[in-house]
């Protein structure tokens, strides 16, 4: 069975269980028009009242099946108000994606998806469905074609729309640095679930453009790493231990097909880019260890964050606390900031 297919599949899988957060249409921030490669993309954007020459600035990708108006309301713009630095929420474009229903019968594959890849597999060409909010094309040999909101982790610009999404979030970096005088020695990147992914892949693709990551409940590819820039970059990563969507060791959840790495040696990947590490660890919360690989000499420190009893979502975000989805104790935002501001 072709590998992409079956990772267009895992992909499906995550859209359903990360729906997107119905959110009031006032303080979700005003949309900017991009053009990229003959494409109009979108982002928002937060300039606090104070933004010197030279302050620093952050990215924040959206998870998918998501948009910026999550990733709006996760607490950045406080923090860029009170320390001074521009956030910017770029947007994914709906990308079409392929499904072949005869990988209903992969080994491996999750329950939850098989129904939707039998009614795949039985559609004649040129019917319409939708199975789970997802509206289907059905074309010869059992293929349903689909478009989702995702960011293009894997760089496998041909199985979608030769869209580049590292062309694009380099470029409107580059354009954003030069408009509001951005430090280029200050531009941070993170994201949250797909947009995790996305940024270990941009972190390693982009050279310098980014001086440090953060992810939250996103993995990375095993091909990017393998392919990934042999420089130490500052990493900060927190993930939940009973994440579904995106486990913390999918080479034991996701058995056969699955090209992702766990988010413990993600992590290790970056801090054994360091010549020689220690290791220090710290139980921050009730529930949450920290580690912290530290460069004896030179490099760039790296942390990571488990979380027990936790799932996919974003520590310490208001909703998650209050439906009691989040009992971490920790605000991965003020995390993430706070380990940027010390680089």
Same mark, same amino acid.
């Given at each position: 069975?072709?590998?992409?297919? +079956?990772?267009?599949?895992?992909?499906?899988?995550?859209? %359903?269980?990360?729906?997107?957060?119905?959110?009031?249409?006032?303080? $979700?921030?005003?949309?900017?028009?991009?053009?990229?490669?003959?494409?109009?993309?979108?982002?928002?954007?937060?300039?606090?009242?104070?933004?010197?020459?030279?302050?620093?600035?952050?990215?924040?990708?959206?998870?998918?099946?998501?948009?910026?108006?999550?990733?709006?309301?996760?607490?950045?713009?406080?923090?860029?108000?009170?320390?001074?630095?521009?956030?910017?929420?770029?947007?994914?474009?709906?990308?079409?994606?392929?499904?072949?229903?005869?990988?209903?019968?992969?080994?491996?594959?999750?329950?939850?998806?098989?129904?939707?890849?039998? &009614?795949?597999? &039985?559609?004649?060409?040129?019917?319409?469905?939708?199975?789970?909010?997802? $509206?289907?094309?059905?074309?010869?040999?059992?293929?349903? @074609?689909?478009?989702?909101?995702?960011?293009?982790?894997?760089?496998?610009?041909?199985?979608?729309?030769?869209?580049?999404? @590292?062309?694009?979030?380099?470029?409107?970096?580059?354009?954003?640095?030069?408009?509001?005088?951005?430090?280029?020695?200050?531009? %941070?990147?993170?994201?949250?679930?797909?947009?995790?992914?996305?940024?270990?892949?941009?972190?390693?693709?982009?050279?310098?453009?980014?001086?440090?990551?953060?992810?939250?409940?996103?993995?990375?590819?095993?091909?990017?790493?393998?392919?990934?820039?042999?420089?130490? &970059?500052?990493?900060?990563?927190?993930?939940?231990?009973?994440?579904?969507?995106?486990?913390?060791?999918?080479?034991?959840?996701?058995?056969?097909?699955?090209?992702?790495?766990?988010? &413990?040696?993600?992590?290790?990947?970056?801090?054994?880019?360091?010549?020689? @590490?220690?290791?220090?660890?710290?139980? @921050?919360?009730?529930?949450?260890?920290?580690?912290?690989?530290?460069?004896?000499?030179?490099?760039?420190?790296?942390? +990571? +964050?488990?979380?027990?009893?936790?799932?996919?979502?974003?520590?310490?975000?208001?909703?998650?606390?209050?439906?009691?989805?989040?009992?971490?104790?920790?605000?991965?935002?003020?995390?993430?900031?706070?380990?940027?501001?010390?680089?």
């Amino acid at each position: 069975m072709d590998k992409a297919f +079956y990772m267009l599949a895992l992909i499906i899988f995550a859209s %359903f269980a990360q729906s997107e957060v119905k959110l009031k249409n006032t303080g $979700n921030g005003e949309d900017h028009i991009f053009l990229h490669d003959g494409l109009e993309r979108t982002y928002k954007l937060y300039r606090p009242k104070s933004l010197p020459k030279d302050s620093p600035m952050l990215l924040l990708l959206h998870g998918r099946g998501s948009s910026n108006r999550w990733t709006f309301v996760t607490g950045f713009n406080v923090l860029a108000e009170q320390h001074g630095f521009l956030v910017v929420y770029p947007q994914s474009h709906k990308k079409e994606a392929r499904l072949d229903g005869a990988l209903a019968q992969q080994p491996g594959m999750p329950k939850h998806l098989i129904p939707m890849l039998e &009614k795949i597999a &039985k559609c004649q060409k040129g019917e319409f469905f939708t199975y789970s909010a997802m $509206n289907f094309t059905c074309q010869a040999n059992g293929v349903g @074609v689909t478009h989702m909101v995702m960011w293009n982790q894997t760089n496998e610009d041909s199985l979608f729309d030769s869209q580049s999404d @590292v062309a694009f979030l380099k470029s409107l970096t580059e354009h954003l640095q030069k408009k509001f005088h951005i430090d280029p020695n200050k531009t %941070f990147l993170a994201g949250f679930s797909n947009g995790g992914g996305m940024t270990y892949t941009l972190i390693c693709q982009t050279g310098n453009l980014f001086k440090a990551g953060a992810i939250v409940a996103g993995l990375a590819e095993a091909e990017i790493l393998n392919d990934c820039a042999r420089h130490p &970059k500052p990493i900060i990563h927190i993930h939940g231990a009973d994440d579904s969507i995106a486990p913390i060791s999918p080479e034991r959840e996701l058995t056969q097909g699955s090209t992702q790495v766990g988010a &413990k040696d993600s992590v290790e990947f970056f801090a054994n880019l360091n010549d020689l @590490v220690t290791v220090e660890t710290n139980q @921050v919360t009730e529930s949450a260890l920290q580690r912290i690989y530290k460069p004896q000499s030179g490099g760039a420190e790296v942390q +990571y +964050y488990r979380i027990e009893n936790h799932g996919h979502v974003w520590p310490g975000r208001a909703i998650e606390v209050k439906k009691g989805m989040d009992n971490s104790g920790l605000n991965a935002t003020e995390l993430i900031w706070d380990f940027f501001s010390t680089l």
